[in-house]
RNA sequence: GGCCCCAUCGUCUAACGGUCAGGACACCACUCUUUCAAGGUGGUAAUACGGGUUCGAUUCCCGUUGGGGUCACCA
């Protein structure tokens, strides 16, 4: 019977929660959940100068959104540095790391020197073959150094569970270093000393750690621990192909909360992007997801995140979501727009009328503010070029609309009522439906898509109706 | 530039030597609603290229091209 893997997520706090981070800390969880394993998070915050209390904040309210709940932690690798100096020191007394008396300055002139070559640079090892006395006397002198550590030069490969095997030359690695003059760590040997220490198993991070791979199997058997299995996980870019990033728009879990995007949507999308069960499986529930998971269904490639997909599912998920699960959420977004709607009871049959023709929660909460106050009424590109579109026959139309709807009382506002009175004025004007409705539609919300039309006038009532198709003919009239 | 990784519709992906190369988003058409959406039905659209191996390659091997990642006393 073999131990629960143990596998964790470790950002540094040096900025937001961003998708592909998310992402990772999606399939470390949802590895964990369905192998019965132990999920811990982990805050990189070895970097003092960039690492902030608030964006660790902003990081740990991310997973939690997302309902990413780690089983451990956080831990912050920063308490840890006296082991992790430790270890460092543990490599220099047995020799296999040196000191090193370089200055950043005469380092960067001899990167300089060979950028130009063939060939990456390479640190040249002058200080390993610096005489013992020699170490001593500038030791003595109080001469600042960093430890590096003296890389195998033999081949380092290993089994990614992602990629197969992957292949490293000790030739093409640095020597690097792994504890600072000031005696703090880098973090290649935190990670290690704190994998270590954590017994992870599982190394479950995006590709863009496959370069540091080799460098830290190699500090793993200096060390003499045991070799977790690594698994890379594709990047992903943005609509044109390159690395997602800030010009690329949203790219902070936050941005996505913001946006109105639901938790189980976001979730949902993100585990579909890199991996995939195998069958057509897109809408999952967590438990399905987790069911589902597994290493091999990653995929290799950087995959594009594609921001209409997740709106579309976001849709899908919002339209299965009972209505007193939007309440709050909806009448938060009110409250921002500084909306009078009384109690929240109130805004059920305006979500109700919305929330199948919407893709986000700021689509429910905009288009329910309009219906409940005209002001919030602005056209859109497609109510512009309907009226556009039918000329004089728009003014005719809201003309005609008003003088029906007017003759219905108070009392009997009702969408059936509505509908045949409607009917029946097309029918006397030999018009199309549609060539009445659709001006009742824009003067009423701004936007050709509304539920159907009777029922738009009955949710929004008389008085503000007949008030917005007038409103509509005169500012008509205005801009002509 | 060195090293490493990767390559199926525009995008996310299925296929683990034999399929008319399947699904989803997007797009288009039709349909339903005496209305716009949603829904339903259908359609356009892909194995980067060149060599092998094989009776047979999307699938295995090599090369080319293209893309991505990484080369700090950052993480």
Not at 206 to 226: E, V
Not at 236 to 251: F, N, Q
Not at 327 to 349: F, I, M, T
């Amino acid at each position: 019977m073999s131990t629960p893997p143990r596998v964790r997520f470790a950002p540094s706090p040096t900025g937001y929660l961003h998708v592909g981070g998310a992402r990772t800390a999606l399939f470390n969880w949802l590895y964990a959940r369905k192998t019965g394993g132990v999920f811990v998070l982990r805050i990189e915050d070895t970097d003092q100068q960039r690492s902030t209390e608030e964006n660790t904040q902003v990081i740990l309210d991310g997973l939690r959104w997302l309902g990413l709940q780690w089983d451990e932690g956080p831990v912050f690798q920063g308490e840890a540095v006296a082991r992790h100096r430790a270890d460092a020191e543990r490599l220099l007394a047995e020799g296999k790391a040196y000191r090193c008396f370089c200055t950043k300055e005469e380092l960067e002139a001899q990167r300089k020197a060979t950028l130009k070559g063939a060939e990456a640079f390479k640190y040249d090892r002058r200080c390993d073959r610096l005489p013992a006395a020699e170490v001593a006397a500038r030791m003595t002198q109080g001469m600042p150094f960093v430890i590096r550590f003296r890389m195998p030069q033999e081949d380092i490969a290993w089994n990614d569970a992602v990629h197969g095997t992957i292949t490293f030359h000790g030739r093409d690695l640095d020597d690097l270093i792994i504890l600072r003059a000031d005696g703090t760590p880098i973090y290649n040997m935190a990670v290690v000393s704190d994998d270590i220490a954590m017994r992870i198993t599982h190394v479950i991070r995006g590709d863009d750690h496959i370069s540091n791979t080799p460098k830290q199997l190699a500090l793993y058997r200096a060390l003499g621990a045991a070799i977790p299995t690594f698994a890379h996980v594709p990047m992903i870019l943005g609509a044109d192909g390159k690395k997602l990033s800030k010009r690329h728009g949203a790219t902070a879990v936050g941005d996505y909360q913001n946006l109105g995007i639901l938790p189980a949507a976001m979730r949902n999308f993100l585990a579909l992007l890199g991996w995939s069960p195998g069958e057509d499986r897109e809408i999952m529930a967590e438990a399905e997801l987790i069911a589902l998971f597994s290493l091999e269904g990653i995929q290799k490639k950087p995959a594009v995140f594609d921001t209409t997909k997740l709106e579309w599912m976001n849709g899908q998920y919002l339209s299965l979501l009972p209505t007193e699960e939007l309440l709050e959420p909806v009448a938060r977004e009110l409250d921002r727009l500084n909306l009078n709607y009384g109690s929240r009871e109130v805004l059920v049959p305006y979500i109700n009328a919305v929330k199948a023709r919407s893709r986000t929660l700021l689509d429910v909460a905009r288009q329910v503010a309009v219906r409940l106050d005209s002001h919030q009424l602005e056209l859109d590109e497609k109510g512009r070029s309907l009226i556009k579109q039918m000329g004089d026959g728009y003014f005719r139309s809201l003309a005609l609309a008003h003088e029906t709807l007017s003759a219905i009382s108070e009392g009997e506002w009702r969408h059936e009522r509505i509908l045949a009175a409607l009917k029946d004025t097309v029918e006397k004007e030999g018009l199309k439906l549609g060539d009445l409705l659709q001006p009742i539609r824009v003067a009423l919300t701004g936007s050709t898509v509304s539920e159907p039309v009777n029922e738009l006038l009955e949710v929004v009532g008389r008085s503000s109706a007949l008030a917005r198709l007038t409103a509509a003919a005169r500012s008509l009239a205005n801009s002509q």
